[in-house]
């Protein structure tokens, strides 16, 4: 028996989110087709997930898009200026980080998240470690503080990094 008590905001939040990439793509035009494709979507989307859905956390996950950008900003100047620095300070390593998450979600969005970062790229992960390139150690710092805003989207924070 399907729960509908946990997917019909799942729903509604993926409908947003969806309403949201159609405003930002299209320039703020052509609702006529947006929206009943993300209610479709997220309709369709509601009705086919297997298993159990997470409850939409749309502070964590806000805090989440911060974090993202800031990193993102921060990490994409640190790599142009290593890259136009005349000595290209790069000591570029691999990395093999214990991912504590549990959810096939919220891993899924950690990889995908560490590959998008500048200087840094999810390339494995076995027996719940991610091996990841990063163009510095000191690049590999920002993935606990990373893994735990993800964590808190899924409703995971019983899993603090280091423990």
Do not use: C, K
């Not at 299209?26 to 993300?38: F, I, K, N």
């Amino acid at each position: 028996m399907v729960d509908w008590s946990y997917r019909i905001p799942w729903a509604i939040a993926v409908a947003a989110a969806l309403l949201a990439l159609w405003a930002l793509l299209s320039g703020g035009t052509g609702w006529l087709y947006g929206v009943p494709a993300a209610l479709i979507g997220a309709g369709i989307g509601a009705w086919l997930a297997p298993g159990s859905l997470h409850r939409p956390r749309p502070f964590a996950i806000l805090r989440f898009m911060g974090l993202f950008l800031v990193n993102s900003l921060r990490g994409g100047a640190d790599v142009a200026w290593r890259a136009l620095h005349p000595a290209m300070p790069m000591a570029p390593t691999w990395t093999d980080y214990p991912l504590r998450l549990h959810t096939p979600a919220g891993r899924a969005l950690f990889l995908v998240t560490v590959s998008l970062m500048p200087g840094t790229l999810a390339a494995d992960l076995r027996n719940g470690t991610v091996r990841v390139h990063v163009l510095t150690p000191e690049m590999a710092a920002g993935l606990p503080q990373l893994e735990q805003a993800v964590a808190s989207i899924f409703g995971d924070e019983t899993r603090e990094a280091g423990t």
